[in-house]
């Protein structure tokens, strides 16, 4: 049986976050592009980064954004 929490991240979609946010599929997306580079500094998984880049995107739909100007 699949625990319900991986059941649930599993089931996450750029379209569902962006109607959760209530932003345009396409804002997330370009987060979800931009993360997917960032964390690739700590995995060569692309499903990992892409794991992780959604679990940020889940709680901040500008998170990449935020990051880039924190850094620079």
């Avoid at 699949?2 to 959760?20: D, F, G, H, N, Q």
């Avoid at 998984?45 to 850094?71: N, Q, T």
């Amino acid at each position: 049986m699949i625990p319900w929490r991986k059941y649930i991240r599993e089931m996450r979609t750029v379209e569902s976050l962006a109607k959760k946010h209530g932003v345009e599929p396409s804002d997330i997306q370009r987060q979800l592009d931009m993360g997917i580079k960032v964390e690739h500094e700590h995995t060569k998984s692309d499903a990992e980064a892409r794991k992780i880049a959604m679990d940020h995107l889940e709680e901040v739909p500008d998170y990449y954004s935020k990051l880039k100007k924190y850094v620079e």
